[in-house]
């Protein structure tokens, strides 16, 4: 099992910047991947940024290439989402997650978080 506990969401204007983070604990060598995804209000979840354990490698969904970050402390076992010019449109609850599969693919993941919400205010 792994657990992993998300902090850093709130409210910010556009234009502004949050850090997401997420502390993992457990089994977290069970894990290659490590994402972050959101939910808006009404819509499916959909994936932000991944990054995996193992080659570094990562992934970005076209909407968030360029103003987002996903970085990895692996001394820590933390992943950071540096999330910057943020639009309202960023609005929704953001989960990160642990798994051993793609990247970018929600389903591929095992271990997920409670949430963070994230708020853009126009």
């Known amino acids: 099992q792994v657990q992993l506990v998300e902090s850093g969401g709130g409210l910010v204007q556009a234009g502004g910047s949050l850090r997401l983070s997420c502390a993992a604990s457990?089994?977290?060598?069970?894990?290659?991947?490590m994402g972050w995804f959101r939910q808006a209000a009404g819509k499916e979840r959909e994936s932000v940024a991944a990054v995996s354990t193992i080659s570094a490698n990562t992934y970005y969904a076209d909407s968030v290439k360029g103003r987002f970050t996903i970085s990895r402390e692996a001394a820590k076992n933390t992943v950071y989402l540096q999330m910057s010019n943020l639009k309202p449109e960023d609005t929704a609850v953001y989960y990160c997650?642990?798994?051993?599969?793609?990247?970018?693919?929600?389903?591929?993941?095992?271990?997920w978080g409670q949430g963070t919400q994230v708020t853009v205010s126009s």
């Open positions: 457990g089994r977290t060598s069970s894990a290659y991947a």
């Open positions: 997650a642990a798994g051993r599969g793609r990247l970018g693919v929600p389903s591929d993941y095992a271990y």
